[in-house]
């Protein structure tokens, strides 16, 4: 295991800047994941970090040393693509052990090695198949038996549960957290989604535009974003924002919209009377009030567990989600009260944090 160092790198293609002095420290057995919309330069950081693109300036260490110009089969990691990327010909047990035999191991370690990520992975009654004969889980198992076996430093995930249906995906993501928790080897994942990054990680990494926007521990990103980006990226529903005026006069400050609603805030940040400010609040913060704010509902759907509304105050639309069930129908009238102590507010031109 050993730790991983990002720090100042940055890629261009031609002209192109596609990294702009991105820093990331790993630490050693930490998941980290990177995550971002499609184009914010994830898969791009990883693959620099494998060795599969080159860096334009900046540096990469794993451990005590320095890669960038180090070649991918001596940086001493094993990576698990999205499309499995097993070789057909081969069986599941000769694709295990590929590397392996590449390497010069003789065959009594290879079996060895490989009948070790076979029992991790519940595949021993599958070591015969080939990969035709495979459902798409267990090719994703073999892909991850096949890291497994090389007993690298630091594994890498490039969107690997992406070809998978949604029930498959949520026993994958247990599977592939379980065996961090198991081996703790340093592991670099790479998704756009952020339901997996708050499953998953030890610390998330979300990306824009070929920058770090913010870094941390996935509670830490969900309760205090940093700005209006990561606030709307991270949660699911996404959080719901609001557009109104901060008013401190004298008394309790509150948040006003253009049709005059009045959002709840605990205390007046320093950014002063009549602000342009963004309001932003969770759909599960929002509850049932007689003296809340009108709402018009719009749809309904209801999950079983919980009901989720999008209603619309004045021209704007907001989800809120309800754990009682409540007899709500498009078209009728309620009135909502956000939780004042769990309000964000964002600078409405900067998009950054003022409370």
Known sequence: MASVQIHDVRKSFGGFEVLHGVSVPIEDGQFVVLVGPSGCGKSTLLRMLAGLEKITSGTISIGDRVVNDVQPKERDIAMVFQNYALYPHMTVAQNMGFSLKLRGADKSEIDQKVNRAADILDLRRLLE????????????????????????????????????????????????????????????????????????????????????????????LYDRPENKFVAGFIGSPAMNFLEGTLKVNGGQPWVETANGAKLPITAAPAAGNDKAVTYGIRPEHLEFADDGIEAEVVVVEPMGSETQVVARIGTQDIIAIFRDRRPVAPGDKIHLRPRANSAHLFDKETGKRVN
Do not use: C, W
């Open 129 to 220: 198949r080939f990969p035709r004969q495979l459902s798409g889980g267990q090719r994703q198992r073999v892909a991850m038996g096949r890291a497994i076996v090389r007993d690298p430093q630091v594994f890498l995930f490039d969107e690997p549960l992406s070809n998978l249906d949604a029930k498959l995906r949520v026993a994958m993501r247990a599977e592939i957290k379980e065996l961090h928790q198991r081996l703790k080897t340093t592991t670099v994942y790479v998704t756009h989604d952020q339901i997996e990054a708050m499953t998953m990680a030890d610390k998330i990494v979300v990306m824009q535009d070929g920058i770090v926007e913010q870094m941390g521990a996935p509670l830490e």
